[in-house]
């Protein structure tokens, strides 16, 4: 089943202690990005990747690290995780721009942190 | 800042009404696309809209798209309580050479409950 997973689903943790939320997508797509999802803020984007090794900044990537070591993975990293972090994570897959032109995005079932 | 902006940002209907919902966003796009989410879970892509495009169905959606006033509507026919979910709206913006960016911004969603 094509799908984009996530692990875990819910974490709770402390201030400073870094933490390392899981993302993987079996449809060989190209593009991948992370968003949170914030009460009356909707959707923004943290880091987004184009392919592998190339990753950039989204609109709220403070606080926040990714990497792109292989196609189907794209790790969130969160070195010293604050109060602010407590939030609905979501990460999304889809194929590249330049491959259909139209980027139809899967998304994975969230992660709910809480950072005390 | 928002790309897109929904409106309204709850709607509240009976079993069978139709529901509108609108999205107006601030620059040139490669496409527009709604996706809808039930609370919690991840967004799950619904239709998409290119530029050159001006209505476009799927089912019981209807979607249109008003380039020369960046704006965009959701229409959903005969409505269910199974509808009731949010609804975002999210661009594919180009730049000035007409190239997208690659990257979706969402706007902050209409609360759709459709009741039995």
Known sequence: ?116 | SQQGEEDPQALSIQEGENATMNCSYKTSINNLQWYRQNSGRGLFHLILIRSNEREKHSGRLRVTLDTSKKSSSLLITASRAADTASYFCATDAINAGGTSYGKLTFGQGTILTVHP
Request: proline residues 6%.
């Open chain 1, 1 to 116: 089943e094509a799908q984009v997973t996530q692990n875990p689903r819910y974490l709770i943790t402390v201030t400073g202690k870094k933490l390392t939320v899981t993302c993987s997508q079996n449809m060989n797509h190209e593009y991948m990005s992370w968003y949170r999802q914030d009460p009356g803020l909707g959707l923004r984007q943290i880091y987004y990747s184009m392919n592998v090794e190339v990753t950039d900044k989204g609109d709220v990537p403070e606080g926040y690290k990714v990497s792109r070591k292989e196609k189907r993975n794209f790790p969130l990293i969160l070195e010293s995780p604050s109060p602010n972090q407590t939030s609905l994570y979501f990460c999304a897959s889809s194929f590249s721009v330049a491959r259909t032109r139209y980027n139809e995005q899967f998304f994975g079932p969230g992660t709910r942190l809480t950072v005390l």
